[in-house]
T-cell receptor
Framework: GAVVSQHPSRVICKSGTSVKIECRSL??????MFWYRQFPKQSLMLMAT?????????EQGVEKDKFLINHASLTLSTLTVTSAHPEDSSFYIC????????????FGEGSRLTVL | QQQVKQSPQSLIVQKGGISIINCAYE??????FPWYQQFPGKGPALLIA?????SEKKEGRFTISFNKSAKQFSLHIMDSQPGDSATYFC??????????FGTGTSLTVIP
């Protein structure tokens, strides 16, 4: 079964509204979770590293005020796209790294955001 | 700078053939090398992974070959099937740090 659950899988919103995407680690407690953005036929672009109980670390060029990340518990991280615009339309994927063993990285199913 | 270089960008293989995807890295601190399979509209799924203390790992039809001295690793898909048609990503990481992904290979297996 799924190790990381992501919801919603698809969301359509109007320009100017905010959208929240949830990412849950089902199999282990994840102190660190990652958020990626993927454009069609391209690789995964790391947006930010979500750390439980502290502020997220954003990659260069990612607007932290637009992409709000909260990691309030060891099993839940959320990404909120604020004041969404059509250019924010994309495929967003979260992931969690197992804290023990090989430290495998598991991905959620992804969320397709369409901003009208 | 691309931490992990992946080739080819796309690959077409006949059913029953062998699919080979290659990756190279520079950072010798990397100690974990996974491969992911991604179908359209889905998140990547962990396929198989290797650590640098072994040169090969096999799981079913999927094999990773690892060459530490050359800093290269590859994914071999034996007896390729149409259901294997997907995008494959290699990745590398060091303990506790972020993962670096290749640019992806779009595999098409022709019946």
């Amino acid at each position: 079964g799924a190790v990381v659950s992501q919801h919603p899988s698809r969301v359509i919103c109007k320009s100017g509204t905010s959208v929240k995407i949830e990412c849950r680690s089902l199999d282990f407690q994840a102190t660190t979770m990652f958020w990626y953005r993927q454009f069609p036929k391209q690789s995964l672009m790391l947006m930010a590293t979500s750390n439980e109980g502290s502020k997220a670390t954003y990659e260069q060029g990612v607007e932290k005020d637009k992409f709000l990340i909260n990691h309030a518990s060891l099993t839940l991280s959320t990404l909120t796209v604020t004041s969404a615009h059509p250019e924010d339309s994309s495929f967003y994927i979260c992931s969690a790294r197992r804290p023990s063993g090989d430290g495998e990285l598991f991905f959620g199913e992804g969320s397709r955001l369409t901003v009208l | 700078q691309q931490q992990v270089k992946q080739s080819p960008q796309s690959l077409i293989v006949q059913k029953g053939g062998i699919s080979i995807i290659n990756c190279a890295y520079e950072n010798t601190a990397f100690d974990y090398f996974p491969w992911y399979q991604q179908f359209p509209g889905k998140g990547p799924a962990l396929l198989i992974a290797i650590r640098p203390d072994v040169s090969e790992k096999k799981e079913g039809r999927f094999t990773i070959s690892f060459n530490k001295s050359a800093k290269q690793f590859s994914l071999h898909i034996m007896d390729s099937q149409p259901g294997d048609s997907a995008t494959y990503f290699c990745a590398a990481s060091s303990t506790g740090n972020q993962f670096y992904f290749g640019t992806g290979t779009s595999l098409t297996v022709i019946p």
